[in-house]
């Protein structure tokens, strides 16, 4: 089969396309055959060798495809069956192991292709929105790149919950874009003072709740859109990672929480992982979660479509095709 491999740390050169066999499925294990690949920024992290990973690596956690032969031990699932996951071991592949535990039958009508795009990012902002901070009807969001792949998901599970959402973006094309996901407003960080703009939008009030996924640029000036006792969500360093912190800055500006969650643990248990993938995939399929799925390159590819993740070039979710 036809694979990625990362043999040593580096630009998105040292992803390359190999040849492997096909693996086995162990006990608890499921063979998948992988229809769709989604990218996420977390791979680039291991790509660069900012998060640790044993060499060789093939990368990559999510896909959606077809159930191809159990491993010993499993049940609930079929050769055959139309099923997603955000915990494959390594997804850049025609094949892949999933262990079954964190398998989720796709529901008809959703695509791989959809699947594939909704799981790990739709999942991520279902948890942001519902756990870790559960926004209620008329509080405030501020959500950083608003465009992203998250972003998006982010601002219109915020809409349906009824909260308003104030976005940071670069362009004015991903303005637009994040306006049609439902921001009240959106404010270019690249020119404007988000934090000014923030203060001005909310009648000096602060926001409740602020999604940071920038982390580096953004981290202090996040801080400084919170109202007394609001949360920062910090769940990503898209542009580096925030340096350490003196947390008696939480008391002098309002009391302030920090988080730093990450998606495993927002999907620990079955129920928690099929309450998510049910809801996400469910509003997927009644068409009233919209994916932006512009970004689509062979597996042979991956060095771009990180190339492009990387330069900010990208809107919603990018996709590898075996
Ligand atoms: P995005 O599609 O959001 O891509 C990253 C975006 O970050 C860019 O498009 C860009 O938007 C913005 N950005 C700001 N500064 C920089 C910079 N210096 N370099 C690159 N990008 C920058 O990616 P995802 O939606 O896949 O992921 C968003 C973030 O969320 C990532 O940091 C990822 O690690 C994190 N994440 C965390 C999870 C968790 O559970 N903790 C789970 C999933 C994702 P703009 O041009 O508008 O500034």
Same mark, same amino acid.
């Given at each position: 089969m036809k694979s990625i491999q990362i043999h040593?740390? $580096?630009?998105? =050169? @040292? &992803?390359q396309l190999v040849e492997l066999p096909i693996p086995s499925p162990g006990p608890g294990q499921v063979l998948i055959r992988v229809e769709a690949v989604g990218v996420n920024f977390i791979e680039i992290y291991f790509r660069k060798g900012q998060y640790k990973a044993t060499m060789p690596l093939t990368p990559g956690s999510e896909a959606a495809g077809t159930v191809e032969e159990l491993g010993p031990g499993v049940t609930g699932f079929a050769p055959g069956d139309a099923v997603a996951s955000v $915990? @494959? &071991? +390594? %997804?850049? #592949? =025609?094949y892949a192991l999933v262990p079954a535990a964190q398998l989720v039958k796709v529901p008809s009508g959703v695509s791989p292709e959809q699947a594939a795009a909704a799981m790990l990012q739709g999942m991520t902002a279902h948890y942001l929105a519902y756990s870790t901070f559960p926004l209620k009807a008329g509080e405030t969001a501020l959500v950083h790149a608003g465009a992203g792949g998250v972003g998006l998901l982010l601002t219109q599970i915020a809409t349906r919950i009824g909260a308003r959402v104030i976005t940071t973006v670069s362009t004015e094309e991903k303005a637009a874009l994040s306006r049609e996901a439902g921001a009240a407003d959106v404010i270019l960080y690249t020119q404007q003072d988000f934090v000014a703009e923030v203060k001005r939008l909310t009648g000096n009030k602060g926001v409740d709740v602020v999604y940071d996924s920038v982390g580096k640029t953004t981290f202090d000036g996040s801080l400084n859109c919170l109202r007394p006792r609001g949360l920062l #969500? &910090?769940? $990503? +360093?898209? %542009?580096g990672a925030v340096p350490p912190f003196d947390l008696i800055q939480l008391s002098g500006k309002g009391s302030l929480f920090v988080t730093r969650p990450t998606l495993w643990h927002y999907i620990a248990t079955r129920e928690e992982l099929d309450w998510r993938a049910k809801e996400i995939l469910g509003w997927v399929a009644d068409g009233s979660l919209k994916l932006r799925m512009e970004h689509d390159y062979p597996l042979s590819d991956a060095g771009q479509a990180h190339a492009a993740m990387e330069s900010r070039q990208t809107t919603g979710k990018i996709l590898l095709e075996p």
């Open positions: 040593q740390t $580096g630009g998105p =050169e @040292v &992803l $915990g @494959v &071991l +390594g %997804s850049y #592949a =025609e #969500a &910090l769940f $990503g +360093g898209s %542009s």
